[in-house]
């Protein structure tokens, strides 16, 4: 199995809680966390709740997200050695976007910024 084949498979349910400590670490919250996640997916509290408990994979996240936001193309940057505008599959974008906005809040960039409003 390649890496691709290996993010797409692998559990959202599994990352969500490195992404809290991530931001925890830094003084950031796990609500914080969350307005980042609905604001890219377009899942809310309960939505979300329901992809954590079935242990979705991050193909099928993304696959379900009730509206993926338009303005997700305005993330632009390096995240894991890749720059995500220049990433051609669609998957795995959408997991490097959702990493990128992570990193921003981690490294305490104000929500308006990383909601790119």
Known sequence: MDNTQRVYKMSFASVYPLYINKVERKGRTKEE????????TGYDATTLQQQIDNKIDF???????PKFNP?????????????????????????RYL????????????????LRA
Not at 33 to 40: A, E, N, P, R
Not at 59 to 65: C, L, S, T, V, Y
């Open 33 to 40: 966390v969350d307005t980042i996640i609905y604001w890219l």
């Open 71 to 95: 303005n997700a193309g305005k993330i632009t940057g390096v995240i894991c050695g890749y720059r995500v505008e220049d990433i051609t599959d669609p998957v795995i974008q959408k997991v």
């Open 99 to 114: 990493d990128k906005l992570i990193d921003e809040l981690a490294k305490g960039k104000a929500m308006e910024k990383i």
């Open 59 to 65: 193909e099928n996240f993304f696959a379900q997200a």
